[in-house]
């Protein structure tokens, strides 16, 4: 099956642009991640979607981060405005469904690489 | 707050030789355990996971985990290296009731194994 699609894989842009990245999970899988990572440290959640409905959004930053599901299949991460420290890499992971699967594997899209300048 | 700690950063090691990475978590709770694998220009993937039974569980590629809840500890280890295992691997948590899947990772252990 094909896995977890994610683009772009490499973004530049300068501090205060906006930027957004997407992602398309696994097919049939109801569960969204996004998670960064921050060069030097493991990943860390930043939204969890549940289809379309958000599940967790307790650490993403909402005076400049905001991310989208609206079909409950492909998602979107934006940033606007950018800061330096928004350097890092984006993840998107998937699982097939709800609670009853949590403790199925997650599975981990390729990542976009984003540096602020 | 929860928390994951890795206690190696940088490993180097000889092809052959045994590997023991540590790692400790802070929740009192019952916890699903992982080791995720990253391996040069590549995804993230499982290594194996821990969610009940047997403490000592085996995964992909000769690895393996044991389970000590008395020390909150879920080491990862594997007998002898080789060159293909040089990576960054990674310890995560996740709560084990009232479960959102929510994975909390540590820090990451890069591996180097050389020839």
């Known amino acids: 099956e094909a896995g977890v699609a994610q683009s772009p894989r490499y973004k530049i842009i300068e501090k205060r642009q906006s930027v957004a990245f997407w992602c398309n999970p696994i097919?049939?899988?109801?569960?969204l991640y996004w998670y960064q990572q921050i060069l030097g440290q493991g990943p860390k959640l930043l939204i969890q979607?549940?289809?379309?409905?958000?599940?967790?959004d307790s650490q993403l930053p909402k005076d400049r981060f905001s991310a989208e599901r609206l079909k409950g299949v492909d998602s979107t991460l934006k940033i606007q405005p950018a800061k330096l420290e928004d350097s890092a890499v984006y993840l998107c992971?998937?699982?097939?469904?709800?609670?009853?699967?949590?403790?199925?594997?997650?599975?981990f899209g390729p990542g976009t690489r984003l540096l602020v300048l | 707050a929860q928390s994951v700690s890795q206690h190696n950063h940088h490993v180097i090691l000889s092809e052959a030789a045994s590997l023991e990475l540590g790692c400790n978590y802070s929740y009192g709770g019952t916890v699903n355990l992982f080791w995720y694998v990253q391996y040069p220009g590549q995804h993230l993937q499982l290594l194996l996971k821990y969610f009940s039974g047997d403490p000592l569980v085996k995964g992909i590629k000769g690895f393996e985990a044991e389970f000590i809840k008395s020390k909150f500890s879920f080491n990862l280890r594997k007998p002898s290296v080789q060159w293909s295992d040089t990576a960054e691997y990674f310890c995560a948590v996740s709560h084990g009731s009232g479960n959102t899947g929510k994975l909390i990772f540590g820090q990451g252990t890069t591996l180097q194994v050389k020839p």
């Open positions: 097919s049939g899988h109801a569960t």
């Open positions: 992971a998937s699982l097939p469904g709800g609670a009853s699967s949590f403790q199925e594997t997650q599975y």
């Open positions: 979607f549940q289809n379309n409905g958000v599940v967790d």
